[in-house]
């Protein structure tokens, strides 16, 4: 990431919502000074909806987050459909 991108994207597949969490943890490079968060998650991990957003906060320290839950979601790496997935995008 340049010193001029203020934001950046994650997107991943996983059998569970911990490991989506921990996977898009692992490609993000937030930015300096990140404090908005957008996420998008598949309706199989819907039931996990609070612990995904505590998740990416203590993992990012990104306070502010929005977004939904979809049947499928995309990033720049790709879509996922009908299966655990999850989209998250950070930035300032």
């Known amino acids: 990431m340049s010193e001029h991108e203020t934001f950046t994207s994650a997107l991943t597949h996983a059998g569970d919502w911990e490991a989506c969490v921990q996977d898009c943890l692992e490609q993000l490079t937030v930015p300096t000074g990140a404090n908005l968060g957008f996420v998008y998650w598949t309706d199989s991990l819907n039931a996990h909806a609070d612990k995904i957003l505590d998740a990416l906060r203590a993992g990012t320290d990104v306070e502010h ?6 049947l499928g979601v995309c990033g720049t790496q790709g879509v996922h459909f009908d299966q ?8 300032r």
């Open 65 to 70: 987050w929005v977004g939904t839950v979809a």
């Open 84 to 91: 655990g997935a999850l989209s998250v995008m950070c930035g």
